[in-house]
């Protein structure tokens, strides 16, 4: 059952919020338990973010259900700008398309504000595998009964999906096999078990440097500083424009003066040259996105998505 909201309040005081928001804490969640990228990336932000707004924010994990329990908590909270959280690609995008029972509407019930870091994809082989560039994967898989095997970190995923444009646009037999993380894939690439595999840029850059797997090409429209001598897909030839990203969500119905504070806040320090050097030490970029743009990416997205998981009959278990 989606989450429905009554009317709100919160709006008929928005002249007096924005003029005196925030005067107390903020609560941000962040669908991921505590540890990982998501929280090292959160913390750097919202530590400086905090600085620009004169407030602390609280970072609150609420992980599970591959973070839509998260995503569904901000949902249901107060939409006066003193809750707020992190979304990323595959809540907001993916899994509305395969999800049978949402509890929530992207469209309707959250506003995403702000992509303030995002993370290419790099397409990586085995080191034996004697190809060099996309092209010749796929004229490689061509000689393999049932094509080559690709690895994923889950159905439904990013990395499986990408796999899936490739493979009808080339029209191209290939055997997925999803993992249950990206350790466990690496392995069973390192392993030849299977030949290649899209992920994140900050969970490869580490093994293509050590010469554990050859990096062939990056996911995002320009190449990316830390790896600038790997081409990206769209320039080799393949409509493939993909990234995961980082971004601020509020409650639907937040104050837009509220709205504006907090994307001039999170994309000021992404911008700051001390923030720069930190994400691309985590291997991720920054994609400029002015207001409103982000929420156009998205529904953009979810269609794409939508279309490529119809096309390939791909269902959640």
């Known amino acids: 059952m989606s989450i429905t909201r009554r009317a709100l309040p919160a709006l008929i005081a928005t002249p007096a919020l924005a003029q005196t928001w925030p005067t107390r804490p903020i609560r941000f969640i962040i669908p991921w338990p505590p540890g990982g990228l998501n929280d090292v990336v959160a913390r750097a932000f919202n530590d400086r973010v905090s600085q620009r707004l004169g407030q602390g924010i609280v970072n609150d994990f609420r992980p599970g259900a591959g973070s839509r329990i998260g995503v569904a908590e901000i949902v249901r909270s107060a939409p006066d700008g003193y809750t707020i959280g992190m979304g990323n690609l595959g809540p907001l995008t993916i899994f509305p398309n395969l999800d049978r029972t949402p509890s929530y509407d992207v469209a309707r019930d959250l506003v995403p ?53 490739l493979r009808g646009q080339a029209n191209q037999p290939m055997q997925h096999v999803p993992y249950r993380g990206t350790q466990d894939s690496l392995i069973a690439l390192m392993q030849n078990d299977v030949q ?20 062939i ?6 190449r990316v500083p830390s790896l600038p001598e790997l081409p990206t897909m769209k320039e080799l030839g393949f409509d493939v424009d993909v990234a995961t990203w980082y971004a ?43 207001p409103g743009a982000f929420a156009a990416r998205i529904a953009a997205e979810t269609r794409r998505w939508g279309d490529i998981i119809r096309t390939n009959n791909i269902r959640l278990e």
């Open 113 to 165: 504000v702000a992509m303030f870091a995002a993370s290419p994809l790099v397409l990586v082989v085995n080191n034996g595998l004697p190809v060099r560039s996309p092209a010749e994967l796929l004229a490689y898989s061509r000689t393999r009964p049932g094509g080559i095997n690709y690895a994923s970190v889950g159905v439904g995923t990013a990395q499986h999906l990408i796999f899936e444009m």
């Open 248 to 290: 601020l969500i509020v409650p639907a119905g937040t104050p837009a003066a509220v709205q504006a504070r907090l994307y001039d806040a999170y994309t000021g320090v992404a911008q700051e040259p001390q923030m720069q050097r930190f994400l691309a030490e985590q291997g991720l970029i920054y994609l400029p996105n002015a």
């Open 217 to 222: 090409a990056v996911t995002t429209p320009e």
């Open 196 to 215: 290649a595999m899209f992920d994140t840029l900050p969970s490869m850059q580490g093994p293509v440097r050590d010469g554990q797997v050859r990096a």
